[in-house]
């Protein structure tokens, strides 16, 4: 079955430290990938996506992450963490191309103390 | 990005009420739509997936009858939830694909329900 794992449900760090936040998923084919970010009582926000091109993906407010097949990984990194990073984040995957259908994990909350 | 809007973002309604929750792409056509609902402290849980002038694609175990979906333009769908019960109580959030560049799809704020 097609699933998505994302380990540790809280993530705490400095501000300033590095964030890394894991996400590893099981498929037979090649999947799209997602992370989102989700504040309190509000909607997601893409932060990034991996569609089969590039396996280093950049995307907004710093964050960064690496599609590793060998690994089936595409763990969410950003070099020093702000304040304004604490929320809860999504890895998400689609296997049938594009948006289809998308399956989350189970989310990581991300705290970041002074 | 383009922009989802959802209504309304907070409803309280009385059991046995039906509740209806709209869900609009404001600057681009959507042909397919979904709903999620989330419970407290968890993922999201991908409910259906509507296209416009045609019947919405149920999850397995998600009652059709008591979550009806209509998207009946490109630019609007409503989930309304019949005879509300307090399980009933969650974040209701849906998504709109957009049909250009990759299909991105674009979330909506989300709306919080709760059945007294």
């Known amino acids: 079955a097609q699933s998505v794992t994302q380990l540790g449900s809280h993530v705490s760090v400095s501000e300033g430290a590095l964030v890394l936040l894991r996400c590893n998923y099981s498929?037979?084919?090649?999947?799209?990938l997602f992370w989102y970010v989700q504040y309190p009582n509000q909607g997601l926000q893409l932060l990034l996506k991996y569609t089969s091109a590039a396996t280093l993906v950049k995307g907004i407010n710093g964050f960064e992450a690496e599609f590793k097949k060998s690994e089936t990984s595409f763990h969410l990194t950003k070099p020093s963490a702000h304040m304004s990073d604490a929320a809860e984040y999504f890895c998400a995957v689609s296997f049938s191309g594009g948006y289809n259908k998308l399956i989350f994990g189970a989310g990581t909350r991300l705290a970041v103390h002074p | 990005g383009a922009v989802v809007s959802q209504h309304p973002s907070r409803v309280i309604c009385k059991s046995g009420t039906s509740v209806k929750i709209e869900c609009r792409s404001l600057?681009?056509?959507?042909?397919?739509m979904f709903w999620y609902r989330q419970f407290p402290k968890q993922s999201l849980m991908l409910m259906a997936t509507s296209n416009e002038g045609s019947k919405a694609t149920y999850e397995q175990g998600v009652e059709k009858d008591k979550f009806l979906i209509n998207h009946a333009s490109l630019t609007l769908s409503t989930l309304t939830v019949t005879s509300a019960h307090p399980e009933d109580s969650s974040f209701y959030i849906c998504s709109a694909r957009s049909d250009r560049g990759f299909n991105e799809a674009f979330f909506g704020q989300g709306t919080r329900l709760t059945v007294v």
């Open positions: 498929s037979s084919v090649p999947p799209y």
């Open positions: 600057d681009f056509q959507a042909t397919t």
